[in-house]
């Protein structure tokens, strides 16, 4: 029921009303159609027993011919405003869906960020949310025309035919299409789940083979990683074949029980006929009214088949929805006169179920102006440090105090303008250099290229650039077009636009030569000289920039 719930949730009132319109639509259609064999049925045996009979030039043919035109023509357009209403409507509630997931995705916690893989959030914002898009349309929709329709039907036959063949068909039609279609959607529940994982890992290994494909390649896994792709095919391609088995042997049966459905109404009409209760061209009513009702469930059936793959996707895209809101605040305390820019009292961080901790207990203070090194062997929570510092992670104990007031009395926006993070793994967009400072600047100054000079000047790429085309040169997808050191002193560059209060640095000296490393650091230190510095670096020389060195040990 997930999905329903999801569905019921973020439906707004313009779509609801749309979907109520193309849901009368969608009953129209079915009765017109139900209506149309009916009337031709009836039309075609009256006019072959006028004529037997001798009285074929007494017999009306032009009103029934005209309701069948009106049948036929007024069904072709029911048709078309309930897909044009219904499609609207879902997609327009599928864009809405995207938006939630996204924001859901943007509140997880820092560290479940870092360990979701870009093609995991993209399957999350496209995969599971288009598994969702037949949830309207080939299900709840079409359940609640066929039953209508097959109420209106059960009282039509019953007054245009007899109650029996009324009493008969719809028997026929609910123990028979309710036996069928469950049985289609319990057996087809595993094999449409496992389809639509297959399709998820074939999305998201495709995705990491095209961006890695030469790391791959230089690791000599290129050819394992296509494989691995191919098997996922394989195994979505062997989850289709069984679901396209339960549909035709579901079909099969439905067409089965249409076929004993217009049996017996030819049969009870016949036997009315017979006793004279009703005309041979009425009994032809019930007999194809009974054919025609087998399209209330044909949508069902293709709906009920993908109810697995549309179950998994709505429990993951409801998680992401769900995410709890991050505690914020709006208040924007008053910096301590004299105190340090940053400081930090017994911080420690653990992560739940660890058995040590990430790193502490550690206490230090930062001036303005100060520049301080973190140094340590791998594993001793470094980046952990940084990130804890700058407000992505809360620590298990102790305080942060940023100019003399905690990190959590800060709101977002104001935090960040006073404190700015660079992570190792800067991440930079496609598009031009231009429109990657932007980022860091406010809307109003977003083109301010005198500033972005400056910045690039600070880290020793303004000469690259004017090699090239400027700020207008284009990056492909995730900054490709510059080497892994220019991309790390563009995010650089990025930072120190902020002109923040405080900046930290992970690694940013790595991929540089010495030179151009220590021209980095040195140009920064120019650039922001009233900012608290603290970067983490393995390189020796580059201690030769810090004013404190603190140290984590394991």
């Known amino acids: 029921m997930k999905s329903l719930l999801l569905v019921a949730r973020l439906i707004s009132e313009n779509e609801r009303q749309a979907f109520l319109r193309g849901l009368i639509l969608s009953i129209l259609v079915l009765i017109m159609g139900a209506a149309l064999l009916g009337l031709s049925g009836w039309f075609v045996t009256a006019a072959a027993a006028a004529g037997i009979g001798g009285i074929g030039i007494a017999f009306d043919f032009f009103r029934p011919s005209a309701g069948v035109r009106f049948l036929a023509l007024g069904r072709a357009a029911a048709r078309y405003g309930e897909r044009m209403l219904s499609h609207d409507a879902t997609l327009r509630a599928l864009a809405r869906l995207r938006g939630a997931v996204h924001s859901g995705i943007t509140r997880l916690p820092h560290e479940v960020q870092a360990r979701l893989r870009g093609a995991e959030a993209l399957n999350r914002l496209t995969a599971d949310i288009d598994a969702l898009d037949g949830l309207m349309l080939r299900l709840v929709l079409p359940f609640f ?55 998820q890992q074939i999305r998201a290994q495709s995705l990491d083979l095209m961006r890695n494909r030469a790391d791959l390649a230089v690791a000599g896994a290129l050819e394992r990683q296509t494989d691995a792709a191919l098997e996922a095919v394989r195994a979505e391609e ?37 006793a004279g209760i009703i005309s041979p061209a009425e009994s032809a009513i019930g007999f194809f009214v009974a054919l025609a009702l087998a399209e209330t469930l044909t949508t069902l059936r293709r709906g009920l088949a993908e109810w697995g ?61 100060e520049t301080l090194l973190v140094t340590g062997p791998s594993g001793a929570g470094k980046s952990t440090l940084l990130a804890t510092l700058s407000g992505l992670i809360a620590p298990s104990s102790g305080e942060i105090l940023l100019s003399g007031a905690p990190l959590g009395d800060w709101s977002e ?66 900054g490709s077009g510059l080497s892994g050191g220019q991309a790390k002193r563009l995010a650089l560059a990025r930072a120190a636009l902020r002109r923040p209060q405080v900046l930290m640095l992970d690694e940013p000296t790595e991929g540089l030569d010495a030179a151009t490393a220590h021209g980095t650091l040195l140009g920064l230190r120019q650039l922001l000289p009233e900012a608290g510095i603290i970067f983490v670096s393995h390189r020796a020389p580059d201690a030769a920039m810090a004013d404190r060195v603190l140290t984590i040990t394991v």
């Not at 396209?244 to 004993?260: C, K, P, R």
């Not at 420690?348 to 206490?363: I, M, N, Q, T």
């Not at 660079?422 to 967009?429: E, G, H, K, T, Y």
């Open 145 to 199: 025309a066929a039953c209508a329709t097959q109420a209106v039907a059960f009282v039509a036959l019953w007054f245009l035919v007899t109650p029996a063949t009324a009493i008969a068909v719809m028997a026929i039609y609910s123990l028979g299409g309710i036996s069928i279609l469950t049985l289609a959607a319990l057996r087809a529940h595993a094999p449409a789940t496992a389809a639509e994982a297959s399709l």
């Open 238 to 274: 062997a989850a289709r074949q069984r679901l396209d088995d339960i549909d035709l042997w579901s079909g099969a049966a439905l067409a089965l029980t249409a076929g004993l459905a217009a049996t017996a109404a030819i049969f009870l009409g016949g036997r009315a006929a017979e």
């Open 309 to 369: 793959r549309m179950q998994g996707a709505a429990g993951r895209v409801l998680a992401l929805v769900d995410t709890p809101a991050r505690a914020t605040t709006q208040t924007a305390p008053a910096p301590r006169s004299g105190a340090p820019v940053l400081e930090a009292k017994a911080l420690v961080h653990r992560r739940p179920g660890a058995e040590r901790a990430s790193f502490g207990p550690l206490s230090f203070t930062l001036a303005a102006g």
């Open 413 to 478: 926006a104001r935090l960040r303008e006073r404190l700015t993070l660079v992570p190792q793994r800067s991440a930079l967009i496609g598009g031009t250099i231009a429109e990657n400072l932007a980022l860091a600047l406010p809307e109003e100054r977003a083109q301010d290229e005198d500033r972005m000079w400056q910045a690039l000047e600070a880290v020793h790429l303004a000469g690259v650039l004017h090699a090239r085309e400027g700020l207008q040169t284009l990056l492909g997808p995730q």
